[in-house]
């Protein structure tokens, strides 16, 4: 399978300052490799345990991140090298992170999961919640733990414009929240969507962060 063709078409559309996650959930540490020959430096991850394995084997200069729902027991697997937690989806989430990040002497990177999508997913704040959790101010006693940014995932639909809407209220409350609480703080500016399907609306509506697997290691 040619990676690097695949990695560039997409690499060569990203605007400066948008970075490519190359998600490898279910594929083999050779696509993994293979990838990492092509040029690829970051991978996204949804399980603890596959994570973990990778990690061991593949190169030092990986950043891995962690990209799907994180249960609170298993933070503690992943804190000791983890770059970024795309999904936090509960305050009792980040706490634990915070926990496992001070054991490990870390400060771990942390992205604010938002539910913006119409589906009943179970996970994510939505924006409201988001902004009391802000409002409430308990992460600031959290030295261990770096807000810097949000993530979502849009509705699963052909319909561009609902998707196209929803990474716009999750940019939209980017910019709010950073205005109100991280005006001055340059590492809140990541806004991690856009998946194989709807990166390119992603990239239109100011993603930091895309998220692709299918497109580069085929069905999983
Ligand atoms: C699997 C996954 C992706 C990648 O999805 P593709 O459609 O294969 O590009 C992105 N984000 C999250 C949270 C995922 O779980």
């Known amino acids: 399978m040619d990676y690097e063709l695949k990695i560039r078409s997409i690499t060569s559309q990203l605007p400066e300052g948008t970075r490519l996650v190359a998600v490898s959930k279910f594929h083999p540490t050779e696509a993994v490799r293979g990838a990492y020959d092509a040029g690829c430096r970051i991978f996204g991850e949804s399980h603890v345990q596959e994570l973990r394995e990778k990690q061991q084997i593949m190169p030092e200069d990986i950043e891995w991140h962690f990209i799907g729902h994180l249960q609170t027991n298993k933070v503690k697997y992943i804190a000791p090298f983890v770059s970024l937690i ?3 989806d509960t305050p009792h989430l980040l706490r634990e992170v915070e926990k496992q990040a001070a054991k490990c002497g870390r400060v771990i990177p942390c ?3 938002l539910h913006v999508a119409q589906e009943e997913t179970k996970f994510g704040f939505t924006p409201d ?4 959790f802000l409002s409430e101010g308990e992460w600031r006693q959290m030295p261990h733990v770096r807000l810097s940014g949000i993530m979502c995932m849009a509705t699963n639909t052909d319909d561009e414009e609902q998707i ?3 990474f716009r209220r999750a940019h939209d409350f980017f910019l709010k929240a950073k205005e109100m609480f991280f005006a001055d703080t340059d590492s809140f ?3 991690s969507y856009g998946m194989s399907d709807d990166w390119k609306i992603a990239v239109s509506e100011g993603s930091t962060l895309i998220r692709v697997g299918t497109a580069i290691f085929g069905p999983r």
Request: aromatic share 0%; charged share 30%; proline share 0%.
């Open 189 to 191: 500016c990541e806004c």
């Open 129 to 132: 919640e988001c902004m009391e």
């Open 111 to 113: 992205l604010l999961q």
């Open 86 to 88: 795309h999904a936090i």
């Open 164 to 166: 196209r809407g929803e």
